[in-house]
Structures are given as structure tokens and as C-alpha cells.
């Protein structure tokens, strides 16, 4: 059994897609046509679900005729407003549910081309990608240096995660028709291209990915005032693309970069400001340019402070605190 979730490009530490986040996370590129026949065998209890995502379990009949299992996620996409007024003068069926004085609710069912709904598979999806859509207890961490020395470190060196979706990028191998910008300066350039929560059809939930260039940055933890080239450029020039192609200002961007990372490859995050994007949260979401000017302080900044950080009750990660009495 099987959840799905509009998290787009990332399943969390495991294979690409993610996000969301948030839903956030990181996966690699199982999305793809699906072949044969989807039988859903029933929703299992305590999936999680999201008010613009669904959830439901497949089990897909490949060409070999065997069940596979796969993750179907279902997003209704935002409104957009020049499409408001039509919906409203076309053929819409429109229930009425209450009415109480001035105010009424009503079941609008909307023509077919009023009511896209975005649909994404993971095909063939890992224990990885099924255990990430069970609702689970959540609990922060509180990381000192020495932990991500002692626990986390050695537990990403100890993992296989899969990121060659990413050197596919940076590489032109696929999505080379997606770029919005890249600078291709070995050490401080990146690749701007739209996250696949993002349909592009309108600037609600805006959300590109910024992914760098170099491949020796994992994350928020590597980072020092070496890099500061590289934060600036990203923050600078993406803020410049995306007021070039789609008319947003910088000051209606979110730009951030999470810790924990969906996948360990450095990348930064830019969302409508106006759009609660999976993953954005306290605990999770560190501003760009907060990062930059604490860099700026103290080169050594994320090498000296704690970090705090969520993670679900089934995640290895987990188990390694638990076991060295940090949690």
C-alpha cells in the first residue's frame, strides 16, 4: 500500500522526488508513463494527506505482467484569475449545500477544462518512497557540530543516495529545455530550473530549484565564507531571472535552503513569497540571505552552531540519535 502527495522534486534522503516539499524530499527520476493497468487495492489508515493533494495507493501491471508498487499523487492546481469569470459563465452545476442569512455554500462541479488536476507517478516506487506517505511522529533534533560529526556525517557516508537526476541537469543529459538561467562557472555557477511541484501556469505557487554547479557541497554544514561567491550569485542572478521571465520581484520571493536537505547535493529553494510551500516551516527552511550575512560574520558559522531540524519517526536518522542518547 501507497500514499501520494504533492511534494514534487525529492523523496526525504532517499531516491528523487519533492516536494516538498511539502510536502519537501528527494527522489530519483521515476516519473514516467505507466504501463498496464493501476489496481488500487484500498487506502491504507494513516496516510497523510494536504488540502490541495491526495493520496492513493496503486499497484501497477508491468509489461512482465507483475504488480509493482507505485506512488500516484493528485494536486488541484491553483485558480487563476482570468479564469475565474469563465468558470463561473460556463456550463458550471452549481448544488446548493446551506444558505443562512447573507451567506450560502455551494458543490460547484466545473466543465473538464476548468478542472485540471495535476497528476504525477513514481514508477516503480521504493520501500523508501511508500514509507514517506505514512503518517508518522515527527520529532526535532537538535544537532550540535559534534553530532553531525559523530551521527549525521558518518550516516550520510554510510547511505547510497542517488542523485545522478541532478548531474542530469547540471550535465544537459535531461531537463536542458527546462533551464530558466545557469551560470557555468565550475565553482560558483548553478542551474536554475522549475521545481515539479510548479506547473507553470500561473505565479501562486511559483517554486524554481537552484542547483549548484560544484558537487563537494553537501549542505547547510559545509558551507563557509569560501562560498559566499557562490550564495551571492545565486541569490543575485536568480533573483534577476525570475523577474526577467515571469515578472516577480525579489521582494516577493522566498529563497531558502533546507536542513535537513531532501538530497545531498546543495540547492536553494525560490517560492512566491504568498505560497505555503511544503517545507518552508521554522524548522526546516534557513533564508539565503540570512545564511549569507552570518557567513559574512563568521566564516565558520554552520561549523559552530546547532541546527534544528524534524525528522519522522521511521527514518534512520533517527534511530542513530536515539542510540546515542540525543534524543
Same mark, same amino acid.
Given at each position: ?11 526525504? =534522503? ?97 466543465? $473538464? ?40 556525517? $558518518? +550516516?550520510?557516508?554510510?547511505?547510497? +543516495? ?51 554547479? =560544484? ?29 526577467? =521571465? ?23 529553494? +525560490? ?49 542513530? +540519535? ?6
Amino acid at each position: 500500500p501507497l500514499g501520494a502527495e504533492g511534494t514534487g522534486r525529492g523523496l526525504r =534522503r532517499g531516491p528523487r522526488r519533492g516536494e516538498e516539499e511539502a510536502a519537501g524530499i528527494s527522489q530519483p527520476r521515476g516519473l514516467g508513463p505507466v504501463s498496464g493497468g493501476c489496481s488500487p487495492p484500498g487506502v491504507p489508515a494513516g496516510l497523510r494527506g494536504a488540502p490541495r493533494a491526495d493520496f492513493r495507493p496503486l499497484q501497477v501491471t508491468g509489461p512482465s505482467g507483475e504488480d509493482t508498487d507505485a506512488v500516484l499523487i493528485l494536486e488541484k492546481t491553483p485558480f487563476q484569475e482570468e479564469k475565474i469569470e469563465e468558470l463561473l459563465k460556463k456550463h458550471t452545476k452549481l448544488e446548493l449545500q446551506m444558505s443562512n442569512d447573507i451567506y450560502s455554500t455551494y458543490r460547484l462541479y466545473p466543465p $473538464p477544462e476548468l478542472s485540471e488536476i495535476k497528476t504525477t507517478v513514481v514508477y516503480p516506487a521504493t520501500e523508501k518512497h511508500l514509507q514517506k506517505y505514512l503518517r508518522q511522529e515527527v520529532h526535532l533534533i537538535r544537532e550540535s557540530w559534534e553530532d553531525y560529526k559523530n551521527i549525521t556525517l $558518518p +550516516f550520510i557516508q554510510s547511505q547510497s +543516495f542517488s542523485i545522478q537526476w541532478v548531474y542530469n541537469i547540471l550535465e544537459k543529459k535531461a531537463e536542458a529545455d527546462r533551464i530558466i538561467h545557469e551560470n557555468q562557472d565550475p565553482c560558483n555557477g548553478f542551474v536554475l530550473v522549475p521545481d515539479f511541484k510548479w506547473n507553470q501556469n500561473q505565479l501562486d505557487d511559483l517554486y524554481l530549484i537552484a542547483l549548484i554547479q =560544484r558537487r563537494d557541497v553537501k549542505s547547510l554544514r559545509d558551507l563557509t565564507g569560501e562560498h559566499l561567491p557562490l550564495l551571492k550569485n545565486i541569490l543575485q542572478e536568480g533573483k534577476e531571472a525570475i523577474g526577467k =521571465r515571469f515578472g516577480v520581484p525579489g521582494s516577493q520571493l522566498r529563497i531558502y535552503l533546507h536542513y535537513q536537505p531532501s538530497y545531498y547535493h546543495l540547492h536553494v529553494h +525560490f517560492t512566491a513569497l504568498g505560497y505555503d510551500a511544503p517545507g518552508s516551516a521554522v524548522e526546516r527552511a534557513h533564508l539565503l540571505a540570512d545564511v549569507i550575512d552570518n557567513l559574512a560574520l563568521d566564516s565558520a558559522y554552520y561549523q559552530k552552531r546547532a541546527l534544528t531540524f524534524a525528522l519522522r519517526a521511521d527514518e534512520p536518522l533517527l534511530k542513530k +540519535f536515539q542510540e546515542a542518547g540525543r534524543v
